[in-house]
């Protein structure tokens, strides 16, 4: 069957800097990502040396300020990184994602001296973070959190469990939601806890359908002592600080999907080309043909939609809205995507000889992630309509 090459995804970007910034994203990709992605996500390796390189080429850190070694990059150029790195493998794009929710915290709400302390080796260094708020009984409802800090002198003592963390066991750092008020929301705070604290210690990594080169942890906090220099915040701002982290984390989530999508779509162009039946390429036949179009513009309107969000967040404007629906839209596009592309293959589909089992099982746990789309829904209808009447 001769194979068809994807075609780069014509970006639109808006400076020279930032194209220079794709063309090394890429170069790094087709040599130390992709060719490596399946047979290292079939044997469960976590890449740890690719996000090392990453680190080293600046690449850890894009959208924060160059003065703590961030990349200075708006939101617009730093997702369509992302989503390149997803295409390739999204343990890599995801985990980015996720290492950048992990410094907002402290990039947004630490004090100027927290900054210069560790956002140096947080955003270029080569450190990897993890960001805890969800808990086993605490997920979509997360102001209920049970993990409790409690101060003691000039130190905070965290106790609890955290729950499906990205990076759990392999994380340098952890940027960590806990009790340390009363009930709901007002009773949380945000804490930067280094990943060897003492007490701090990582579950056996789940066993997942998808990505299993990520590794996904419980996090168990055995009165683990963390100076209240690295309180991040105001006590009781903790909650707050995790919505605005994940609202711009809802866009990164949307960007690696995309990235997913593309990928199957890509993959199934390929198949599609080159595989004949009846004479004929079956991308001549009218279903088929048809069905790849609709990828194509599914995912053609999820990058609009992440990009529209992003311009909206670099301007100073509100977003959050748009970042749960561009969440909502590009994750569901990316399970169509993918199930189609399996589609497109027929048996081979089925097959971990073609990497579009692969797409279709990551694409999944995209719709579940930074908050369900579920939970989308209610945030756009909130927007829409005003809070729900009890």
Known sequence: MPDRAPQPVDRQLPTEEARDLITLVRDIVQ????????????????????FSLLSDAGLLGLPYDSEYGGGDQPYEV???????????????????????????ALAGYGTKEQQAEHLPAMLGGGLLGAYCLSEPASGSDAASLRTKAVRDGDDWVITGTKAWITHGGVADFCTVMA?????????????????????????????????KGSPTAQLHFDGVRVP???RLGEEGQGFAIALSALDSGRLGIAACAIGVAQAALDEALAYATGRRQFGRPIADFQGLRFMLADMATRIEAGRALYLA???LRDAGKPFSR????????????????????VQVLGGYGYTQDFPAERYMR???VLQIVEGTNQIQRMVIARHLAGPETR
């Open 31 to 50: 040599r130390e990502i992709a060719p490596r992605a399946a047979e290292e996500e079939d044997a469960g390796h976590f890449p740890r040396e690719v």
């Open 322 to 341: 748009q970042a749960a629906m561009a969440k909502l839209f590009c994750t569901d596009a990316a399970m169509s995507v993918t199930t189609d592309a």
């Open 228 to 230: 209240d220099s690295r």
């Open 179 to 211: 009790r340390t008020g009363g009930e709901g929301a007002k009773g949380i705070t945000a804490f930067l806890v280094p990943g060897d604290a003492p007490g701090l210690n990582a579950a056996v990594p789940e066993k997942k359908m998808g990505m």
């Open 78 to 104: 730093y997702l369509q990184v992302l989503e390149e790195l997803a295409a390739a493998r999204l343990t890599v794009g995801l985990g980015v994602s996720v290492h950048s929710l992990s410094c907002h």
């Open 309 to 311: 969000a992003a311009r």
């Open 362 to 364: 990551e694409a999944k």
